[in-house]
Each structure stands twice: as C-alpha cells, then as structure tokens.
C-alpha cells in the first residue's frame, strides 16, 4: 500500500513567511493577531499527528509508521517556523503577562528546531523503530512458549515463584529489547545533541524539566468487568463535582487489547489538541493494579478537559509531574481501606484492623517508596548519557552501578557491555522523561494532604477518603483551570497554601509503618540498607530492598526541608 505525503507548503500558513528576520516587532495587538492565526493553525496540526500517533500506537503497521513520521516532520517544521516568528517579535517587553507568557512558550522548540530535515526525519525513524521493537518484543522460551509483556510477562511475574523460569524471562526481555535498541539508541542521544546544540545550549533535554535542591489480592473482584472499572473511576470525579465524560470518550478509547493487531499496551490518555477529544489507551486487566491505574489515567483525562478552553499554549499541566500526581491523588483516596469497603471490595471487619493497617502501608509503600530511587535514577543516568559523562561502551555497567547504590538491586545473571537493559524500559526508547514521576510520587501526598483537609478528613492520613467531597472537588478544579497559564508554584499555592514542594506529608502518610518498621528491625542483626557496591548475581536483592524501606523513609525526612525548584 502507498504512502500519502504530506506537503509541509500547504500545511504551514502564508503569515509565518512573511515577517522579515531584521525587523522586532513591539505592537502588541500585531502580536495579537499572529498568534490568533498562529492558534487556529496549530490546533489543526497538532491533532493531525496526534491522530497519526494514535492509530499507530493501537495499530503497529509499518504503514502506519511512516504516516506518523511523515505527520511529525510537518509538525516539526510547523513549531520551528512558529518559534522563528514569535522571536521576532519584543515579547520579552510586553506589558500583558499573558501574551508575554504564550509567546514564550510558543519559542520554546526542542529538537524540532533542527535545521537539517533528514537528520531530523532519521531522528524521528529511530524513536518510532526503538518503541516498536519494544511494543511488539516477545519472550520465547526454552519450552517453546512465546509471551509479550501484556499480559504473559506481566502476569507471569505476578504469579510465578520459579527462579530458573523467571531469570529465563528477565534475561530474555532484555535480549530481544534492550540488546536491539542499543546501536539504535547510540545514534538518537548523537542526533539528538545535534539538534539541541543548533539552539545553542547544552545537551540536557530532561534535566530541563526539573532541578532538584495486603488489604486486596490480584484476585478479579466479584462482579467487576473492564467497564465498570472505567466508570468507577468516572464515578470517583462526579462525585467531586465534575462533569460525566462524552460518549465520545467511550466509544474512541482503546480499554483492552485486541486480538487482531499489535498495540502499544503501555498505558496513557491522549488530548488531541483541539478541546472535544480525549481518549485513553490501555490493555486493561480486571486487577488491583489496574484499578489504580485506570484512576491515575482519568486524572490526565480530567487535567484536560479543566483546561481545555484554555489558548493553546496553556493546555498542559503546570509541570509534568503535576499530571502525572493528580490521578495518583485521587487513586490514593480510592486504594484506601475505608473506600474499598464502601464499594464493596473489601470487608473492613475481616481480620486484625491493626495489621490490615500496616499490610496496607507496606504494599503502599512499596508502590510510592520504592519507586522513588528508581525514577531518580533512571533520568540521572539518561543524563549522564547525554551530556557525554556516561560512553556508550559503559550504559550497562553504569546503569547497574546507579541501581545498586540507590535500590541496593543486582541482576539476577551476568551483565555485560553488549547488554542494553535501561533499554528494556519504556521510558528510555519512547525518551519520555521520568524525573515527573519522582517529583510526582511526593507533591501527590502534599495534593493529598490539602484535600483531605478541605474534605474535613480527621484521623491518619492514609486513611483519608476524599471520595463525594465536593469541596475537594471545587479545590482540584480551580487548580487545574489554571493549566499551565501560571508558574508551577502558583498552582501549588491554589492548591495547598504552599509554594513548595515538601515531602512533609509523604512522611506523615508512612508515619505508622516507619514506627513498625523500627520497632521490627531491633530484633534482627542485620544492618538496615545495602553496600554501594552489589554482586554481578543478585543474591540478597529483595531481602534487603525490603529492610531498605526504613532507610529511604529517614532519607526522605531529612529531604523535607530542602526547596525543590523547577526550571520552567
């Protein structure tokens, strides 16, 4: 089947030709008028490739491939015209803080300002291939058997306890992402630097994002299908106060894998950019896991559709680990006991109260607390790669190295340069940012905090449930309308009184487990922690990942009253 091009001519209007490159323009109502033009054509670009990426994402096809690079190229070249010609105009100097704030975002390219069209083109072709060949990786046993990651891998790591079985699994993964990714990945991070230095600056595409100073079973619950879990969570934000979701959103979003096609399973909401569609893609399993999930992914949903009406430029959140927090804010209140019960998912007189309370903690924990070295990490090691720091012949080693000093985890085989397993991760081929998720495993307990506070919530924090508060809801709304039309502190202030991000409430929320977890490890001799240096083979990884808990909890305490700023 043919490929349809796409003419970047037709696609970028006459207006972003015409401006000469020695004039600076301080007329503020000029500036007006470009940018309305500006807005009415990039919404119709911008949902261009977002259709483009989502037929692709729910559809892996090498035809839908090249759609999707071809639609991205014209994009591309839509953002570096639009930022040449928002340069030249004084917005710097203007007096509406608004207009000075949309045209700064508007000049604020990434590596679409890259002036040659084929490396740009080949950049793009590396990202798309190194995501495919992680969507559509499959594990073939010894046995014979063949798993994807969803649902075989991931089910198979849920429910297994046979060690050969899972080191062949882990060891495989790798071998068929991870291995197949690297030469690709060694040229992104060349391309990608090109690209970045035309600007002028330093190589650290993700660092700009941020600066840094048991109580249920996997069992399917009764009566509960992928639907209901959906509306559940639906049902959770109209009993704040928000509106029901269109029919539209039903009909568009992709809930479950299908049969007949190769799908992107990794979970995500997509705003398409021109204020009516929103959809959600997941390969969707009735679970505990999921049902957190499916709250976390109609967060972003509902972060769009608040600011929706918003001019383009502000339609996003007031950093990225806003978004990625405010789902995890409102599933905090929905994983907790008192809610599980109200719906009928658990039965809150089963049982030792007591240590249903720290059964509870601790799987907590081990979700939020664990995964906050892991996300630091990750984009600390994508930085090192970046900036030069880390040689291409050292990504495995280097990456072992950051994992066990910060998790205290070793591999369960032998590991070597040829081996890629950072790879082996969505986020490092997709080259989607985690450092949000670290910042967003703390500011979701401060958002928690606030509205709890607002819900007139009394007792232990994590046993607050902000569920039908429509206080809380009015709280959330006022925060999220703002979008990204204000400085994240702003925001922040909207929503919790503070300018800050504070690990205060985090701890307050673990308080009691921290309390158990001491008075527990008085009777053992083992020191709590793990060595800076690990064994090429993992032999005490879990034990003392789990003794480590009380470790980061101290850590963290001692983080509380350190500023944590964010570069916009």
């Given at each position: 089947m043919s490929v349809p091009s796409c003419s970047m001519n037709v696609l970028i209007p006459v207006l972003f030709v015409t401006l000469a490159k020695s004039q600076k323009i301080a007329d503020e109502n000029e500036a007006r008028r470009w940018f309305n033009e500006y807005s009415e054509k990039a919404q119709s670009v911008f949902a261009e490739v977002t259709s483009a990426e989502w037929n692709y994402a729910t559809n892996i096809t090498d035809y839908n491939e090249q759609v999707t690079i071809n639609k991205t190229l014209v994009a591309a070249e839509f953002r570096r015209t639009a930022s040449e010609n928002a340069s030249r105009y004084?917005?710097?100097?203007?007096?509406?803080?608004?207009?000075?704030?949309?045209?700064?975002?508007?000049?604020?390219?990434?590596t679409s300002a890259m002036s040659n069209q084929t490396k740009y083109q080949r950049l793009k072709e590396l990202k798309m291939k190194m995501e495919s060949v992680y969507h559509t990786g499959q594990v073939c046993f010894s046995s014979g058997t063949c798993m994807s990651m969803s649902p075989g891998l991931v089910r198979l790591f849920a429910t297994s306890t046979e060690?050969?079985?899972?080191?062949?699994?882990?060891?495989?993964?790798r071998d068929v992402t991870g291995r197949v990714i690297k030469p690709m990945y060694t040229e992104f991070v060349q391309l990608s630097n090109e690209a970045i230095k035309e600007r002028g600056e330093l190589m650290k595409l993700h660092e700009?994002?941020?600066?840094?100073?048991?109580h249920t079973t996997e069992t399917p619950p009764w009566g509960y299908n992928v639907q209901k879990m959906f509306l559940k969570a639906e049902e959770f934000f109209t009993s704040l106060g928000f509106d029901k979701l269109k029919p539209s959103f039903w009909e568009d979003s992709m809930f479950q894998k299908p049969e007949n096609r190769k799908v992107s399973c990794?979970?995500?909401?997509?705003?398409?950019?021109?204020?009516?569609?929103?959809?959600?893609?997941?390969?969707?399993?009735?679970?505990?896991?999921?049902?957190?999930?499916?709250?976390?992914?109609?967060?972003?949903?509902?972060?769009?559709?608040?600011?929706?009406?918003?001019?383009?430029?502000?339609?996003?959140?007031?950093?990225?680990?806003?978004?990625?927090?405010?789902?995890?804010?409102?599933?905090?209140?929905?994983?907790?006991?008192?809610?599980?019960?109200?719906?009928?998912?658990?039965?809150?007189?089963?049982?030792?109260?007591g240590?249903?309370?720290?059964?509870?903690l601790m799987q907590m924990a081990l979700q939020k607390i664990a995964l906050l070295p892991y996300g630091l990490i990750l984009d600390k090691w994508r930085w090192e790669v970046f900036s030069g720091e880390t040689s291409t012949e050292n990504y495995n080693e280097r990456w072992w190295e950051l994992r066990c000093k910060y998790q205290g985890l070793s591999p369960p085989v032998l590991r070597s340069s040829e081996d890629f397993d950072p790879g082996a991760k969505f986020h490092i081929p997709g080259n989607v940012p985690y450092i949000r998720y670290f910042v967003s495993y703390i500011i979701q307990f401060q958002f928690h905090k606030a509205l709890c506070d607002a819900a007139g919530h009394v007792g232990p924090l994590?046993?607050?449930?902000?569920?039908?508060?429509?206080?809380?809801?009015?709280?959330?709304?006022?925060?999220?309308?703002?979008?990204?039309?204000?400085?994240?502190?702003?925001?922040?202030?909207?929503l919790t009184g503070q300018r800050d991000m504070d690990?205060?409430?985090?701890?307050?929320?673990?308080?009691?487990?921290?309390?158990w977890l001491r008075k527990e490890n008085e009777a053992y001799t083992e020191n709590t922690g793990w060595r800076d240096t690990c064994e090429s083979i993992a032999s005490r990884a879990s034990f003392e990942m789990i003794f480590g808990l009380i470790t980061i909890l101290h850590f963290l305490s001692r983080m509380t009253s350190r500023l944590f700023v964010m570069t916009l």
């Open positions: 004084e917005w710097e100097k203007f007096h509406n803080p608004v207009l000075r704030r949309m045209f700064s975002i508007i000049g604020n390219t990434d060690y050969d079985l899972l080191s062949e699994a882990w060891k495989v993964w700009s994002e941020f600066e840094l100073c048991g990794s979970p995500s909401a997509w705003d398409f950019m021109n204020g009516r569609d929103f959809r959600i893609k997941m390969c969707t399993y009735v679970t505990m896991e999921d049902f957190t999930t499916v709250h976390h992914e109609m967060g972003h949903i509902y972060y769009f559709l608040q600011y929706s009406n918003l001019p383009l430029p502000f339609r996003n959140g007031a950093n990225p680990g806003f978004h990625e927090a405010l789902g995890d804010t409102i599933a905090l209140s929905a994983q907790s006991l008192s809610h599980l019960h109200n719906i009928g998912l658990v039965d809150k007189e089963q049982g030792d109260q240590q249903s309370e720290i059964n509870f994590h046993q607050c449930d902000i569920y039908r508060s429509v206080s809380s809801g009015n709280l959330l709304r006022n925060m999220m309308e703002l979008g990204a039309s204000r400085p994240w502190p702003d925001a922040m202030e909207k690990a205060t409430a985090l701890l307050d929320y673990f308080n009691p487990l921290a309390n």
